[in-house]
């Protein structure tokens, strides 16, 4: 058996990635060509987190070679004694064999990444090949992680540890209790200020002919009219 690491110096740097290809909205952090967002490892901060979940581009996302690449080449200037990635994903987008082979590069490669887990979004297509490419995970590999699910903060969660518990102090198999019941119904939030007033409607389809309305009543009496000219004077002849 390998010796214990010391648990206190071993620590641990964790990746994600967002490939969101079918979405229509403009929410996507990369492309086929380039990294659009990228962030060196570091310590948790507020205002990193703050700016990522702010930030919106127009580009489209793959999960593709290029994607797995990249990563690679990410945790190459890592020194953390584990490694995980993490993919948000509404589907593959290049042929499942080949990206298993980029992720077995990725776990084999260079200092090598311990776990790949995938997150399947709303209206994931296939989401069974997410898990083909999937690796490191333990036990709890057959358990298809998504963004629907409940709880699925913790579900991610309890992966990482279990991944951490493996590297770190040698534990294969490390069981979680059962969730505990549900806490009391907090109390109702602040009423939030109103919004911004919304675009002006289209005009609407130009209507037909009325029908003939009703006769009116009768008017009044007009005025009395000016004289008329004097006629022609007309000779009588007596025969």
């Not at 690491?5 to 990746?15: L, N, Y």
């Not at 990635?85 to 490669?109: N, P």
Request: one cysteine or more; glycine letters at 12%; hydrophobic letters at 35%.
């Amino acid at each position: 058996m390998e010796p214990v690491p010391d648990p206190h110096s071993c620590t641990i740097d964790i990746a994600m990635g967002f490939d969101i290809t079918r979405r229509t909205t403009s929410k996507r952090l990369f492309d086929e060509w380039k990294v659009l967002f990228d962030l060196n490892f570091e310590k948790y901060d507020k205002n990193i987190l703050e700016m990522l979940m702010a930030l919106e581009t127009t580009e489209k996302t793959y999960f593709n070679s290029f994607l797995m690449r990249s990563f690679h080449n990410k945790f190459e200037s890592s020194n953390a004694g584990v490694k995980v990635l993490v993919i948000f994903s509404d589907g593959l987008d290049e042929d499942v064999m080949k990206l298993e082979q980029e992720a077995e590069f990725l776990r084999t490669s260079g200092k090598g990444v311990n776990a790949l887990l995938t997150v399947a979004l709303e209206g994931v297509q296939n989401p069974n090949l997410l898990q083909m490419v999937e690796f490191g995970r333990g036990f709890g590999y057959k358990q298809q992680l998504s963004i629907g699910m409940h709880n699925v903060k913790n579900n991610i969660l309890t992966q990482i540890d279990t991944v951490a518990e493996r590297e770190c102090c040698n534990v294969m198999c490390k069981c979680a209790g059962q969730e505990g019941t549900l806490g009391f119904r907090g109390v109702p939030g602040i009423k939030g200020l109103p919004g911004v007033k919304g675009h002006p409607g289209f005009p609407g389809e130009e209507g037909g002919n009325g029908e003939r309305g009703s006769p009116g009543p009768a008017g009044p009496l007009g005025l009395r009219g000016c004289p008329g000219k004097r006629g022609f004077k007309v000779s009588r002849w007596i025969y």
